[in-house]
């Protein structure tokens, strides 16, 4: 299995910045995709940012400009840099990560989640 810990969130002004880590640990070959989603409350989760292994880089349209999305495969991490914050980013932030398994079996996986909580 594979095990998500995400980091980094809290309260933050509008404006203000965060950043959020997500480390990858448990039995896999390699790491596909890393990802970043949002779930607002009353709000189906939506995404905000991924990062293959290689190829483009994706963000959702209300982000763009203002976060971004970088991994470290050495470290099986990915961050998330949140710049010019605003009270709409408010939600509780979760990894996402496709791997490949020693067994070649594809598998998706994602963290506990993190709360971002951004003030007007």
């Known amino acids: 299995q594979v095990q998500l810990v995400e980091s980094g969130g809290g309260l933050v002004q509008a404006g203000g910045s965060l950043r959020l880590s997500c480390v990858a640990s448990?039995?896999?070959?390699?790491?596909?995709?890393m990802g970043w989603y949002r779930q607002a409350p009353g709000k189906q989760r939506e995404l905000v940012a991924t990062?293959?292994?290689?190829?483009?880089?994706n963000y959702a349209d209300s982000v763009k400009g203002r976060f971004t999305i970088s991994r470290d495969n050495a470290k099986n991490t990915v961050y998330l840099q949140m710049n010019s914050l605003k009270p709409e980013d408010t939600a509780i932030y979760y990894c996402?990560?496709?791997?490949?398994?020693?067994?070649?079996?594809?598998?998706?996986?994602w963290g506990q989640g993190t709360q971002v909580t951004v003030s007007s």
């Open positions: 990062i293959p292994n290689g190829g483009k880089i």
């Open positions: 996402n990560t496709e791997v490949i398994h020693r067994d070649f079996r594809f598998g998706d996986y």
């Open positions: 448990g039995n896999f070959y390699s790491i596909n995709i």
